[in-house]
T-cell receptor
């Protein structure tokens, strides 16, 4: 079945460091790919998405490119801030029809030190 | 425009009890999906409701059941609670006109003691 694998955390970085969180997927067909963020005590927020191969999703300085050849969707940010501390989830879904559910990775906790 | 809302925010129950969680979808959405997020894990799909019927279900026992009302709001019921049911329960709504993209509520934190 479809699945998402992302790097285990926690990831600890200093402010202004470069961030990469790796994500790979297994899927039949051509899913849409997502990164969600969960701040402490809160629900999930969609951070960015890409719906087809070679698309780049971007938001709030974060970027991820849909790489079909490597089945990857790595999250990057050039200069992280303390406020970026959260748990990040890579996910996929067909979203081609009403029945499509979201399949999530286990999440990567990110700590940014001032 | 109100987003997805869930109630209650937090809930504490005892093993063996039953619990009902509630979800109101985003305005204009007609489909509700429920997810369970155990501590330190990613959300897992429980089931989805559309037109007041369960349309598909994840790998959860029959103790988990749901309902959708004519106004598209939904309930998640869990019977015979186990300690392992302690989790954050997330509701997401979607619609065909929105390309079926799911929008999440803030969740209900259930603690079973």
């Amino acid at each position: 079945g479809d699945s998402v694998t992302q790097m285990e955390g926690p990831v600890t970085l200093s402010e202004e460091a470069f961030l990469t969180i790796n994500c790979t997927y297994t899927a039949t067909g051509y899913p849409s790919l997502f990164w969600y963020v969960q701040y402490p005590g809160e629900g999930l927020q969609l951070l960015l998405k890409a719906t087809k191969a070679d698309d780049k999703g971007s938001n709030k300085g974060f970027e991820a490119t849909y790489r079909k050849e490597t089945t990857s969707f790595h999250l990057e940010k050039g200069s992280v801030q303390v406020s970026d501390s959260a748990v990040y989830f890579c996910a996929l879904s067909g979203f081609m029809n009403r029945d499509d559910k979201i399949i999530f990775g286990k999440g990567t906790r990110l700590h940014i030190l001032p | 425009d109100a987003g997805v809302t869930q109630s209650p925010t937090h809930l504490i129950k005892t093993r063996g009890q039953q619990v009902t969680l509630r979800c109101s979808p985003k305005s204009g959405h007609d489909t509700v999906s429920w997810y369970q997020q155990a501590l330190g894990q990613g959300p897992q799909f429980i089931f989805q409701y559309y037109e007041e019927e369960e349309r598909q279900r994840g790998n959860f026992p029959d103790r988990f059941s749901g309902h959708q009302f004519p106004n598209y709001s939904s309930e998640l019921n869990v019977n015979a609670l186990l300690l392992g049911d302690s989790a954050l329960y997330l509701c997401a709504s979607s619609s065909g006109t929105g390309g079926f993209e799911q929008y999440f509520g803030p969740g209900t934190r259930l603690t079973v003691t």
